[in-house]
């Protein structure tokens, strides 16, 4: 069964910058793509950007361009989301979820950035 | 504020029918398919209509979708008390170089 499993929970300063993974499973890692979407505490979901795992193309949303960095490694079927220069709005669920370019159907589980001095 | 916009609450008693409304514009529900999302508490969202009205499997066929021109609607009938849940549609937006947008979701309680 399709399977994304991301890293666990983090606590950061502002200024500083996070790296969460999401490890795929159960599919051909290479055949979706995926998509990160992010939710504040008690807000909606936000979209942040995709990426292609076949080539490592992405497309970022607006917002978030110049901040953050999408990757993947192919040999761990893995992809990672960097957000840098972090602020207490970042605090949020980042969710990894797989999908085609326009759409999403698997969502990880979650991970919890709590941006906090 | 979100690109589609959804009621931020609905309610109903059990068994009774409910729907949820989704509006967007032309450069997304009107030239895209919807989606829409089920978030029960604590949890992450799961995808319960793709392609406006398609259930994926093992989505009960008491939810169903619909989309005309810049909107659609989820229905909901024979209402659960397990349906108690936050609800967001989403679609594909043409503009600033394509990406996905969001409702700003509707608490569903269930009485």
């Known amino acids: 069964q399709v399977q994304l499993v991301q890293s666990g929970a983090e606590v950061k300063k502002p200024g500083a910058s996070v790296k969460v993974s999401c490890k795929a499973s159960g599919y051909t890692f290479t055949s979706y793509y995926i998509h990160w979407v992010r939710q504040a505490p008690g807000q909606g979901l936000e979209w942040m950007g995709i990426?292609?795992?076949?080539?490592?193309?992405?497309n970022y949303a607006q917002e978030f361009q110049g901040r953050v960095t999408m990757t993947r490694d192919t040999s761990t079927s893995t992809v990672y989301m960097e957000l840098r220069r972090l602020r207490s709005e970042d605090t949020a669920v980042y969710y990894c979820a797989r999908g085609g370019k326009r759409f999403v159907d698997y969502w990880g589980q979650g991970t919890l950035v709590t941006v906090s001095s | 504020q979100s690109v589609l916009t959804q009621p931020p609450s609905a309610s109903g008693t059990p068994g009774q029918r409910v729907t949820i409304s989704c509006s967007g514009s032309s450069s997304n529900i009107g030239s895209h398919t919807v989606n829409w999302y089920q978030q029960l508490p604590r949890t992450a969202p799961k995808l319960l209509i793709y392609n406006n009205n398609q259930r994926p499997s093992g989505v009960p066929d008491r939810f169903s979708g619909s989309k005309s021109g810049t909107s659609a609607s989820l229905a909901i009938s024979g209402l659960q008390s397990e349906d108690e849940a936050d609800y967001y549609c989403?679609?594909?937006?043409?503009?600033?170089?394509?990406?996905?947008?969001f409702g700003g979701g509707t608490k569903l309680t269930v009485l």
């Open positions: 990426i292609n795992p076949s080539g490592g193309s992405t």
């Open positions: 989403a679609a594909w937006d043409d503009s600033l170089n394509g990406h996905v947008v």
